[in-house]
């Protein structure tokens, strides 16, 4: 029997444009073939309907997974308004139905109403755990799920269009564990109405952007044309997932001993005294990702970067 080809240590980023009706799950499968890559993992997950940004993490780029997913994300979605579903969007089965259509004036009378820190409660159809289980297998089964509320960070929430009197877009940016499909049930609750999402894409995931998304239709042509090489020229750095975090310079000397897992001494007039967390560099080269106390940097996470 041949022995199965090993797949290669690939360290970076590729931060994928989803695209509809594709798992996370899949996506990330699909890169991995695309750049035989050991590793992969992926920086917060996508419903299948929804497009957009999954930043996916290979080889060492994993440790800093942490980091993007610690950050903000801004979200484009589209409400329609007068139907509800079980889910909060168009997946689920119709709930409910209301004849009352909101004004731009009402909606955007009580957009400030969901800025800032508030306390959303999730969605019955949501992969949070209750008892060891998650709500979304337990709703199937019919069970009646209770979810508590739970605080979250709404950034901004704009109006951006509306095409008719039944749909209206919105971008949010928010913190981490926000469902925008409970923020698009409890603005229908508000105004009077019900509402569900039936549009959903994700453009940006802490430090990564609208512009560095590559599409799978891209990546897919570039392995047809030059292979796994060809696709992995696309990625980005694994620094790339640390651009929200301080970098430290450190000598060959500090490098080594972060390397083994002991602390340097930071020295020099610009020299950090406390951080919760720096990544050092050695001429360029990621070294470590810690945590800088009193002058004193305490490696948490060290790389290796050389490729099999």
């Given at each position: 029997m041949a022995r199965r080809k090993k797949f290669d240590d690939v360290h970076g980023w590729v931060v994928l444009d989803k695209p509809l009706e594709v798992t996370s799950?899949?996506?990330?499968?699909?890169?991995?073939?695309?750049?035989?890559?050991?590793?992969?993992?992926?920086?917060?997950?996508?419903?299948?309907?929804?497009?957009?940004?999954?930043?996916?993490?290979?080889?060492?780029?994993?440790?800093?997974?942490?980091?993007v997913m610690d950050g903000t994300k801004i979200y484009r979605f589209t409400v329609r308004w007068g139907i509800q579903t079980s889910t909060d969007d168009r997946e689920g089965e119709v709930i409910a139905r209301s004849d009352v259509r909101p004004t731009r004036a009402a909606i955007e009378a009580i957009l400030p109403e969901f800025i800032g820190e508030i306390m959303q409660v999730p969605p019955k159809f949501s992969a949070i755990k209750i008892d060891g289980e998650r709500a979304y297998?337990?709703?199937?089964?019919?069970?009646?799920?209770?979810?508590?509320?739970?605080?979250?960070?709404?950034?901004?929430l704009d109006l951006v269009d509306m095409p008719d009197a039944d749909?209206?877009?919105?971008?949010?940016?928010?913190?981490?564990?926000?469902?925008?499909?409970?923020?698009?049930?409890?603005?229908g609750k508000r105004l009077g109405t019900v509402g569900h999402v039936v549009g959903l894409r994700r453009i940006v995931v802490g430090p990564?952007?609208?512009?560095?998304?590559?599409?799978?239709?891209?990546?897919?042509?570039?392995?047809?044309?030059?292979?796994?090489?060809?696709?992995?020229?696309?990625?980005?750095?694994?620094?790339?997932?640390?651009?929200?975090?301080?970098?430290?310079?450190?000598?060959?000397?500090?490098?080594?001993?972060?390397r083994r897992g002991q602390s340097v001494i930071l020295r020099g007039r610009d020299a950090i005294a406390d951080e919760d967390a720096v990544y050092a560099t050695c001429g360029g080269e990621l070294v470590a990702i810690g945590e800088v106390a009193r002058g004193e940097l305490m490696p948490r996470r060290v790389f290796m970067l050389d490729e099999a």
């Open positions: 799950t899949q996506a990330v499968a699909r890169l991995k073939k695309l750049a035989h890559a050991n590793k992969c993992g992926h920086a917060g997950t996508l419903d299948p309907l929804a497009t957009g940004m999954l930043p996916i993490a290979l080889g060492e780029a994993t440790k800093t997974v942490s980091f297998d337990l709703a199937r089964d019919g069970e009646e799920v209770v979810l508590e509320a739970r605080p979250i960070e709404i950034l901004g749909t209206t877009v919105f971008e949010c940016e928010c913190g981490k564990g926000t469902y925008v499909r409970a923020l698009a049930r409890d603005m990564f952007e609208e512009e560095d998304m590559i599409p799978l239709s891209e990546l897919e042509a570039a392995f047809e044309a030059g292979g796994s090489d060809a696709v992995r020229a696309l990625m980005s750095p694994v620094e790339a997932g640390l651009q929200e975090v301080t970098e430290v310079a450190v000598n060959r000397d500090a490098a080594a001993r972060l």
